[in-house]
Antibody
């Protein structure tokens, strides 16, 4: 059974940093592109970014709203995905989901974690 | 950036109704359009990919159509478990989501 479990959310002050993790199981993690998607309270979904797989050099892409502040990485030996968030703003407050791309790059998110809440507030 | 506009933003319907949700892209995206369902407090679930392909395990009352800039998600006969918010997503250039359509009980 495919499982994605996020952790690391919490309360952080504006300008602060936080690192989220996503532990994957039930599939060959190293084969897949992996993404982060967020949802502000009461709002819609926003794609945050992705890391490609080893075959595609682990390259990353980011939404304009987080580029230069957020960094996505992965450790295939630990079946884990990470989101390093720096220079956090109040508008980054959201539930952050990790998601598996089941289509080899076409952003078809076939499995999602349960989400972890990040609150940016003083 | 490619923008996706969903309409309506919300609707009220009864069990058994046929429901249609529209998603319009700001530029042509071919068939690079997916649909998700999200229930309160839960992660989204993939329903339809590549505009019209039904994900395995998703009930056949869900269908998708369209190409280019105009897409639709149709629920042929609304069931109690279908009350949720639905999102379209483009994957032509990176990814963006539509604003969502909340389907409520009439």
């Amino acid at each position: 059974e495919v499982q994605l479990v996020e952790s690391g959310g919490g309360l952080v002050q504006p300008g602060g940093s936080l690192r989220l993790s996503c532990a994957a199981s039930g599939f060959t993690f190293s084969d897949h592109y992996m993404d982060w998607v967020r949802q502000a309270p009461g709002k819609g979904l926003e794609w945050v970014g992705r890391t490609r797989n080893k075959a595609n050099s682990y390259t990353a892409e980011y939404a304009a709203s987080v580029k230069g502040r957020f960094t996505i990485s992965r450790d295939d030996s630990k079946n884990s995905l990470y989101l390093q968030m720096n220079s956090l703003k109040t508008e980054d407050t959201a539930v952050y989901y990790c998601a598996r791309d089941g289509s080899g790059g076409n952003f078809r998110f076939d499995y999602w974690g349960q989400g972890t809440l990040v609150t940016v507030s003083s | 950036d490619i923008q996706l506009t969903q309409s309506p933003s919300s609707l009220s319907a009864s069990v058994g109704d046929r429901v249609t949700i529209t998603c319009r892209a700001s530029q042509s995206i071919g068939g690079y359009l997916n649909w998700y369902q999200q229930k309160p407090g839960k992660a989204p679930k993939l329903l339809i990919y590549a505009a019209s392909s039904l994900r395995s395990g998703v009930p056949s009352r869900f269908s998708g159509s369209g190409s280019g800039t105009d897409f639709t998600l149709t629920i042929s006969s609304l069931q109690p478990e279908d009350f949720a918010t639905f999102y379209c997503q483009q994957s032509y250039t990176l990814s963006t989501f539509g604003g969502g359509t909340k389907v409520e009980i009439k």
